[in-house]
């Protein structure tokens, strides 16, 4: 049977202070931590890379895939950075995002969730996913099969 191993990457260290709305460009502490990142992973049979379409994620993503040669970079607004559920302790935190807004981004989520969770097909596969500390944590939440809104006692440090 074949194995699907996911490597999750949080993009690196970006500036808000010139930034859009989607957020800020990584900044040379993000890039060596791309560069870092990209290093460790030629040592792997890297298959695939799927990351966020937001500028920090497209940026970590492509110094990732400058080092892997002919590895597909595939690009996704579903893995951009959400609230997929607002943990209880975090209520004030987030008290300005709607109701609609919170269940969007839940199936946003899930959404991402159920299309890069799924066993291999046909041969091994070791795919990295570049994307944002919230998906991320809620990703491990699922992965763990705990409550969705423990994403918040997790630290992305």
């Not at 969730?113 to 596969?125: N, P």
Request: glycine share 6%; hydrophobic share 35%.
């Amino acid at each position: 049977m074949a194995t699907r191993t996911l490597y999750l990457v949080r993009h690196g260290y970006y500036d808000l202070t010139n930034s859009h709305k989607l957020g800020g460009s990584l900044t040379p502490i993000g890039v060596e931590q791309a560069q870092l990142t990209a290093q460790r992973f030629s040592a792997l049979p890297i298959t695939a890379i799927h990351c966020s379409t937001m500028p920090r994620a497209v940026e970590t993503a492509d110094i990732i895939a400058q080092e892997l040669s002919d590895v597909p970079c595939n690009r996704s607004r579903g893995l951009w950075e959400c609230v997929p559920s607002i943990p209880p302790a975090w209520t004030e935190y987030f008290k300005g995002y709607s109701p609609e807004s919170i269940a969007r981004d839940k199936r946003q989520a899930e959404k991402a969730f159920d299309k890069y969770f799924k066993r291999a097909q046909g041969k091994d596969k070791h795919e990295v996913v570049v994307s944002h500390g919230n998906l991320i944590r809620y990703f491990i939440c699922r992965v763990l099969q705990v409550q969705p809104e423990g994403w918040g006692n997790m630290d992305m440090c």
